[in-house]
């Protein structure tokens, strides 16, 4: 095993092990057998001398804080369950009120973007009909009419054609948003383990 | 020597390679090694420690196109060595009463 095997190894070992800090520990290694090289050994002899890469992991995640969670009495499980059992009418509306608000926050927010999407169809489909009617007019009832139609069709794909812009770039901006604070939501109510020793 | 008792003076002895002058990884096992034995993976945890610990601190340097972690011992790894000292009496102590001399 050459110095990149062993590293790429190392790195699959601690990913597996979940030792945290991989990065610092990869270039302790890597900055280790780049020393000893300097120094005028072998490649192969360093890593030789080495632990397998399965061993530092091993070792690292012994290292590992002690995490301990406290376990709740059965009698207090019991006497939560009841009160929350009892309490249902109560946080239940509550909880459902808290949901619908959410949501009407979410459409609210993305009420920009859909109107201007329904407006570009409109401006686009619009224009492209008008243009074509604007050709009949112009046959039927003469140029000057032909040429208004004309002008107004331009008008209404321009205005739909910004809406449109306007539609992909505030829906692009708020997915980013969105996604961001469903994600901020969520780990509010995702527990954290606490390292003890 | 005992594993045990190695391990607790491996620590003091790390902090003891780093107070005359900072030092990196491979010259820490180098120095250490002179007085008790030290692997290269048996120093990554305690280098680690120590520096949760705030005992040492780390910074880069560039050495031929590449970046060195140096280690430089703080006031708090100072403190902890002088601990250590101060306490080797109480040490003395036990290894008397183990050999039986009281």
Same mark, same amino acid.
């Given at each position: 095993?050459?110095?990149? /095997? ?9 990913? /597996?092990?979940? +030792?945290?800090?991989? $990065? ?22 360093? #890593?030789?001398?080495?632990? =397998? ?15 301990? /969670?406290?376990?709740?009495?059965? !009698? ?5 369950? !009841?009160? +929350? ?15 619908? *608000? ?19 169809? =409109? ?24 040429? !208004? /139609?004309?002008?107004?069709? #331009?008008? !209404?794909?321009? +205005?739909? *054609?910004?809406?449109?812009?306007? $539609? ?30 | ?43 990554? @945890? ?28 703080? @006031? ?12 080797? @009496? ?13």
């Amino acid at each position: 095993m050459n110095k990149i /095997q062993f590293i790429k190894a190392l790195a699959t070992e601690l990913a /597996q092990a979940q +030792v945290r800090d991989t $990065a610092n520990t990869l270039d302790y290694y890597e900055e280790l057998i780049d020393d000893r090289l300097e120094d005028g050994e072998s490649e192969l002899t360093i #890593i030789a001398s080495l632990e =397998s890469p399965r061993q530092i992991a091993a070792r690292l995640s012994d290292e590992r804080p002690i995490i301990r /969670q406290r376990k709740t009495a059965p !009698m207090t499980l019991a006497l939560i369950i !009841m009160v +929350v059992v009892l309490g249902s009418p109560l946080w239940g509306s509550l909880l459902l009120t808290a949901i619908l *608000l959410i949501a009407v926050g979410y459409f609210l927010i993305w009420l920009v973007p859909a109107l201007a999407a329904i407006f570009a169809i =409109s401006g686009i489909v619009g224009g492209g009909v008008s243009f074509f009617l604007a050709i009949i007019a112009g046959v039927r009832q003469g140029w000057l009419i032909g040429s !208004m /139609q004309f002008g107004l069709s #331009i008008a !209404m794909l321009g +205005v739909g *054609l910004l809406c449109a812009g306007l $539609a992909w770039y505030s829906g692009c901006y708020l997915v980013k948003w969105s996604v961001s604070l469903t994600r901020w939501l969520l780990s509010k109510f995702k527990a954290r383990d606490k390292e003890v020793a | 020597m005992n594993a045990q008792l190695k391990k607790g003076l491996l620590e003091f002895c790390v902090l003891a390679t780093l107070r005359t002058e900072d030092s990196y990884g491979y010259q820490i096992i180098k120095d250490t090694s002179n007085v008790i034995g030290i692997s290269d993976s048996t120093l990554y @945890p305690i280098l680690k420690r120590l520096e949760k610990q705030q005992q040492i601190e780390s910074y880069s340097v560039e050495h031929n196109g590449r970046l060195r972690k140096y280690f430089h011992l703080t @006031p708090v790894g100072q403190e902890a060595i002088a601990q250590f000292l101060a306490e080797w @009496p109480e040490v003395m102590q036990v290894y008397d009463y183990i050999k039986g001399v009281i």
